[in-house]
């Protein structure tokens, strides 16, 4: 059994991650993957700011602002929850990882948008149109808050996985799209936990699991909308041009790694760079948790990641 190890945040939260984010550690000798009740159990300090509307009316466009200790400006990571793009799952499983994020010296947007199953109109476009529009605001927090615009990259979880990798690649929407904007804030990497990343394949699978949900999201299967499947598969939108770097469970059973392996290959063939991270005792929610098996792995991607960014203080991308 696992259990929780919550310290005192208060002002320690800047000094050291094992007094901001609650740790978990296994208390048996049994290898085996994070439970999602053991995820959820995880707790995080409250981020410094209220949670900031990015441009709409819907009540899911929002995000949560986090600063590392130090003036800044920081880069910032754009942080994506998965949840099968579903209305049932929300951002807060993964403020533990958010809060922990900063202790390496990151900035953390973790962003709500609107999604299926609900009543909050999700689903294509929107879903796609919110992610743009919460990662576009960036430029707006770089205006008020010590966060380097010119320094982002993006990170997701599972669905929130695909959203991230499509981030990367949303400078290539056709101009007739919805889901076109003219000038895109620039991600200059991303990092898929357990991350989704071909949706014409990953839509066939067991109905009780994420699968079902590609054809609610997209809007149709892919014979009757070929075009959004082509617009939203990161597989089909490679090469991305950005680096990417996964961490997956090898035992994980929502998001297979071998899907993951095809993805890599297809990737690298293309020309991206790709590096993958494999807990070979982790499921599918072992990759988000805060000093669990796979968070030395996340600190080296990071540190990676601040190398492959521009300068620091570079020239911020112009806002429109």
């Known amino acids: 059994m696992q259990r929780v190890m919550w310290a005192s945040i208060a002002g320690l939260c800047l000094v050291a991650l094992s007094a901001c984010v609650a740790k978990w550690e296994r208390q048996d000798d049994v290898d085996r993957p994070m439970s999602w009740g053991e995820l959820i159990a995880l707790k995080a300090p409250p981020p410094q700011r209220d949670a900031l509307p990015y441009g709409g009316n819907a009540p899911q466009q929002y995000g949560e602002l986090r600063l590392p200790a130090g003036r800044g400006p920081h880069p910032l990571a754009i942080l994506i929850h998965g949840g099968c793009w579903g209305a049932a799952y ?103 936990l357990a991350a989704i990343t071909d949706l014409e394949s990953y839509r066939i699978g067991p109905r009780e699991s994420c699968h079902r949900m590609v054809d609610e999201v997209v809007g149709g299967e892919p014979e009757h909308v070929p075009g959004r499947y082509s617009q939203l598969s990161p597989s089909a939108l490679l ?70 960014m521009p300068p620091a203080g570079g020239v911020r991308p112009t806002s429109r």
């Open 90 to 192: 929300d951002i807060g499983y993964m403020r533990p990882l958010a809060a922990a994020m900063n202790t390496l010296g990151f900035a953390t947007w973790l962003i709500e948008y609107r999604r299926v199953g609900g009543n909050d109109g999700g689903g294509w476009p929107t879903t796609f149109t919110d992610v743009g529009l919460a990662a576009d605001y960036v430029r707006v927090l770089a205006d008020y808050y010590p966060v380097d615009a010119s320094r982002v990259i993006a990170v997701g979880h599972s669905a929130g996985g695909q959203l991230a990798l499509w981030l990367a690649a949303r400078r290539r929407m056709p101009e007739d799209s919805p889901l076109h904007v003219d000038d895109p804030l620039p991600i200059h990497g991303v990092v898929g």
């Open 239 to 308: 090469p991305l041009g950005v680096a990417q770097w996964f961490i997956h469970g090898a035992y994980d059973s929502i998001v297979p790694p071998e899907t993951l392996a095809l993805y890599a290959d297809r990737a690298r063939r293309a020309g991206d760079s790709v590096v993958i991270h494999t807990d070979p005792a982790g499921g599918h929610f072992d990759v988000v948790a805060p000093q669990g098996p796979t968070w030395d792995s996340l600190v080296v991607i990071l540190n990676n990641a601040l190398l492959r």
